[in-house]
Structures are given as structure tokens and as C-alpha cells.
């Protein structure tokens, strides 16, 4: 029987977070969206069972910017669309409900709107936001020739294991998670003239980042992988079974 150990190596989850605001606000922002936002945030739990302050203090900080807005972006955060008490990701019906409460919240905004204005059928029927894709320099578009980028709707892929999974984006173009935060910085909270927060800003929200993970066998199997050793080997009972759903879903990705 092959276990969801095993399963990690092949079958981990690709990130496409956006920036969030460094500013100070980090635990305001984090109560405000606990405490009846539409965005709901779990507790942070980053105990790795160690002592190293530092890195703790680093993962607390870096939760704080995935929470906050842009400074002087369009009002989105990571958390945004990959609400931490959701799996780090966002639903249909999630979507709706946020609508349903504030149309203008910052879920909402013109650039994944399907008429570029107001009309969000798409974010609310499927739970899908536009992304811009560079075209390779050998790809060429039949309606549009001249064109060396388009803009595709996609979903929110959860935070869960990316420590595990690069290079990330779709198409693999960010070789780095810090790369890939800056880009999705920039392409989902628009800030004003295109100035992002320092390095140092996206460095924290990597390393919360890469200490979520979806069960505590792939953190540390993840834990074994940096210090050089073996992940656990197939057959080993360490989430328990597959489950017939999951077993089948395994025999299809095979």
C-alpha cells in the first residue's frame, strides 16, 4: 500500500501567493480578518518542536505581512485569496459569500473582473483570478502576433508544502519562492508605481511560507530531506492508509 509519505515527493502543492503590507499592522490586520472580515485566518502554528527564536520570530513576522495589505496597493494581501483557516486557498462558495457581504471588499477588484469593470462571474461562479503568462519568444499568437504575454484565469493553489515544490507558477518562471511572492505582489495588489516593500519584507513571508505543511509525516520527511537524509520509504504506515478515494486518485496520477 503506498501512503501519503510517499505520496509528498510526487504530489506536492504549487503557491502562487501574493505580496502582503510589512508595515506594523501585522497583528491588528490578523484580528481584524479573525474577527468577522470575510477572510478568515486560522491561529499560527509554526512550533517545530526546536528553540531557535529567531526562526519563530522570522515565521510570526512573515504571517503578519501575509495578512496586511500592500502599502498603497489595491487593499489585497496573500491572505486574501489564500485564506489560511481555508487551506490556504479559496472556494466558489467562499467567494460568494465574501461578495455577498462587501462587493467592493478587496477580493473584488476590476483587473479579474471578466469585463475588466464589474462583472465577476467568473471569481464568483468559479473562484478564479487572472494571471499574465509571457509568451516564449518562438510563440506567436494567431489573433494576435505582436502580442508577447497573456492573461489566463486560474486557481488558488494552497501555501501547504512549498517548501517542497519549486520551481513555482504554472509554467515554472519563478525558480524561487521569493521571486514568485514579489511577482504575484505585483501582479494582484497593483501597488502605485509599481514599488514593492524591501526584500526583506517578501524573505519573512518565505519563511512562513515554508513552514506550512499539509500533515506532520511531510514536514518531516521535508525535515529529513534538509539535513541530507532519505525521505521515509514507500510502505511505511505513517498517515495511516489511503483512503478509496485517495488510492484512486493515486492509481490515476500513476
Same mark, same amino acid.
Given at each position: 500500500?503506498?501512503?501519503?509519505?510517499?505520496?509528498?515527493?510526487?504530489?506536492?502543492?504549487?503557491?502562487?501567493?501574493?505580496?502582503?503590507?510589512?508595515?506594523?499592522?501585522?497583528?491588528?490586520?490578523?484580528?481584524?480578518?479573525?474577527?468577522?472580515?470575510?477572510?478568515?485566518?486560522?491561529?499560527?502554528?509554526?512550533?517545530?518542536?526546536?528553540?531557535?527564536?529567531?526562526?519563530?520570530?522570522?515565521?510570526?513576522?512573515?504571517?503578519?505581512?501575509?495578512?496586511?495589505?500592500?502599502?498603497?496597493?489595491?487593499?489585497?494581501?496573500?491572505?486574501?485569496?489564500?485564506?489560511?483557516?481555508?487551506?490556504?486557498?479559496?472556494?466558489?462558495?467562499?467567494?460568494?459569500?465574501?461578495?455577498?457581504?462587501?462587493?467592493?471588499?478587496?477580493?473584488?477588484?476590476?483587473?479579474?473582473?471578466?469585463?475588466?469593470?464589474?462583472?465577476?462571474?467568473?471569481?464568483?461562479?468559479?473562484?478564479?483570478?487572472?494571471?499574465?503568462?509571457? !509568451? %516564449? *519568444?518562438?510563440?506567436?499568437?494567431?489573433?494576435?502576433?505582436?502580442?508577447? &504575454?497573456? =492573461?489566463?484565469?486560474? $486557481?488558488?493553489?494552497?501555501?501547504?508544502?512549498?517548501?517542497?515544490?519549486?520551481?513555482?507558477?504554472?509554467?515554472?518562471?519563478?525558480?524561487?519562492?521569493?521571486?514568485?511572492?514579489?511577482?504575484?505582489?505585483?501582479?494582484?495588489?497593483?501597488?502605485?508605481?509599481?514599488? !514593492? %516593500? *524591501?526584500?526583506?519584507?517578501?524573505?519573512?513571508?518565505?519563511?512562513?511560507? &515554508?513552514? =506550512?505543511?499539509?500533515? $506532520?509525516?511531510?514536514?518531516?520527511?521535508?525535515?529529513?530531506?534538509?539535513?541530507?537524509?532519505?525521505?521515509?520509504?514507500?510502505?511505511?504506515?505513517?498517515?495511516?492508509?489511503?483512503?478509496?478515494?485517495?488510492?484512486?486518485?493515486?492509481?490515476?496520477?500513476?
Amino acid at each position: 500500500m503506498v501512503k501519503r509519505t510517499t505520496l509528498f515527493v510526487v504530489s506536492v502543492l504549487v503557491a502562487s501567493g501574493c505580496g502582503a503590507d510589512g508595515g506594523g499592522g501585522g497583528a491588528a490586520g490578523a484580528d481584524a480578518l479573525s474577527a468577522g472580515a470575510p477572510v478568515g485566518v486560522a491561529p499560527l502554528d509554526d512550533d517545530d518542536g526546536d528553540d531557535d527564536d529567531d526562526d519563530d520570530d522570522d515565521v510570526e513576522e512573515g504571517f503578519e505581512n501575509f495578512v496586511d495589505p500592500i502599502p498603497g496597493g489595491n487593499g489585497r494581501a496573500c491572505a486574501t485569496c489564500h485564506i489560511p483557516s481555508k487551506s490556504f486557498t479559496i472556494t466558489p462558495a467562499e467567494v460568494e459569500r465574501q461578495f455577498q457581504l462587501n462587493p467592493n471588499g478587496p477580493l473584488f477588484r476590476s483587473i479579474d473582473a471578466d469585463d475588466f469593470a464589474s462583472d465577476f462571474a467568473t471569481v464568483r461562479t468559479k473562484a478564479l483570478f487572472r494571471v499574465t503568462i509571457p !509568451l %516564449p *519568444a518562438n510563440v506567436k499568437l494567431v489573433d494576435d502576433p505582436a502580442a508577447t &504575454e497573456v =492573461k489566463l484565469f486560474r $486557481a488558488v493553489p494552497s501555501v501547504f508544502n512549498v517548501k517542497l515544490s519549486a520551481p513555482y507558477t504554472s509554467d515554472g518562471r519563478a525558480p524561487t519562492l521569493f521571486e514568485q511572492a514579489k511577482g504575484a505582489a505585483l501582479e494582484h495588489s497593483r501597488p502605485a508605481g509599481g514599488v !514593492l %516593500p *524591501a526584500d526583506a519584507f517578501f524573505d519573512k513571508i518565505v519563511e512562513f511560507q &515554508e513552514s =506550512k505543511f499539509s500533515s $506532520a509525516a511531510v514536514k518531516s520527511a521535508s525535515g529529513l530531506l534538509d539535513a541530507g537524509q532519505a525521505p521515509p520509504p514507500a510502505g511505511q504506515d505513517y498517515d495511516g492508509p489511503l483512503t478509496p478515494l485517495e488510492q484512486a486518485g493515486f492509481e490515476t496520477f500513476k
